[in-house]
């Protein structure tokens, strides 16, 4: 069984561009969770949605970032415009809502922002 | 809000030796507790996790964890490390909803 699966797994962008993040959650997980990991940080919940559906964004750091998951299969976590501050690694995961919070996380896409 | 504290940013063992990394969480109700590890350039991968009953878990790789409500912490413990232990772990407690809260994360370092 595959894993969550993240795309790109580096992107390199400069500022000022719109950077779209791409996450497969694991077949059959109701949750889905995207992370922000910086040195400065740690790991961050930016947004987490349940059935597709956005549950909680009060993580998500300015209205320049959004996060959209049009079916059970697919979520992107765009950035527009990026700025440097938004270099980290970024990370999707999933999980059964019956498995409370066993969340299974993807490789994580490296975003470095020019 | 919840939170969780790993007081240890780094630790370095040898080979062989024991381990344990701390945490402490604050939380008001009875905590789900977990233990992810991160090798470099992945992701992370639950350990272990407590949600009731016995307080001494097991986890995958041979590591154990054990609650202690009145210490507030859940640590992390392996009798004997490999070198392939070497990765950053981290100690997360579970918010309202389904949110994880994690803590700074603990780098284990292994001298062959």
Same mark, same amino acid.
């Given at each position: 069984?595959?894993?969550?699966?993240? &795309?790109?797994?580096?992107?390199? @962008? !400069?500022? #000022?561009?719109?950077?779209?993040?791409?996450?497969?959650?694991?077949?059959?997980?109701?949750?889905?969770?995207?992370?922000?990991? @910086?040195?400065?940080? #740690?790991?961050?919940?930016?947004?987490?949605?349940?059935?597709?559906?956005?549950?909680?964004? &009060?993580?998500?750091? !300015?209205?320049?970032?959004?996060?959209?998951?049009?079916?059970?299969?697919?979520? @992107?976590?765009?950035?527009?415009? *990026?700025?440097?501050?938004?270099?980290?690694?970024?990370?999707?995961?999933?999980?059964? *809502?019956?498995?409370?919070?066993?969340?299974?996380? #993807?490789?994580? @896409?490296?975003?470095?922002?020019? | 809000? $919840?939170? /969780?504290?790993?007081?240890?940013?780094?630790?370095?063992?040898?080979?062989?030796?024991?381990?344990?990394?701390?945490?402490?969480?604050?939380?008001?109700?009875?905590?789900?507790?977990?233990?992810?590890?991160?090798?470099?350039? $992945?992701?992370? $991968?639950?350990?272990?996790?407590?949600?009731?009953?016995?307080?001494? /878990?097991?986890?995958?790789?041979?590591?154990?964890?054990?609650?202690?409500?009145?210490?507030?912490?859940?640590?992390?413990?392996?009798?004997?490390?490999?070198?392939?232990?070497?990765?950053?772990?981290?100690?997360? /407690? $579970?918010?309202?909803?389904?949110?994880?809260?994690?803590?700074?994360?603990?780098?284990?370092?292994?001298?062959?």
């Amino acid at each position: 069984d595959a894993g969550v699966i993240q &795309s790109p797994r580096h992107e390199v @962008t !400069e500022m #000022g561009q719109e950077v779209t993040l791409r996450c497969k959650p694991i077949s059959g997980h109701d949750y889905l969770f995207w992370y922000r990991q @910086t040195m400065m940080r #740690g790991l961050e919940l930016l947004i987490y949605f349940n059935n597709n559906v956005p549950i909680d964004d &009060s993580g998500m750091p !300015e209205d320049r970032f959004s996060a959209k998951m049009p079916n059970a299969s697919f979520s @992107t976590l765009k950035i527009q415009p *990026s700025e440097p501050r938004d270099s980290a690694v970024y990370f999707c995961a999933s999980s059964y *809502s019956n498995r409370v919070n066993e969340q299974f996380f #993807g490789p994580g @896409t490296r975003l470095t922002v020019l | 809000a $919840q939170s /969780v504290t790993q007081p240890d940013i780094h630790i370095t063992v040898s080979e062989g030796a024991s381990l344990e990394l701390r945490c402490n969480y604050s939380y008001g109700a009875t905590p789900y507790l977990f233990w992810y590890v991160q090798s470099p350039g $992945q992701g992370l $991968q639950l350990l272990l996790k407590y949600f009731s009953g016995d307080t001494l /878990v097991q986890g995958i790789k041979g590591f154990e964890a054990e609650f202690k409500r009145s210490q507030s912490s859940f640590n992390l413990r392996k009798p004997s490390v490999h070198w392939s232990d070497a990765a950053e772990y981290f100690c997360a /407690v $579970q918010e309202y909803g389904n949110k994880l809260v994690f803590g700074a994360g603990t780098i284990l370092r292994v001298k062959s």
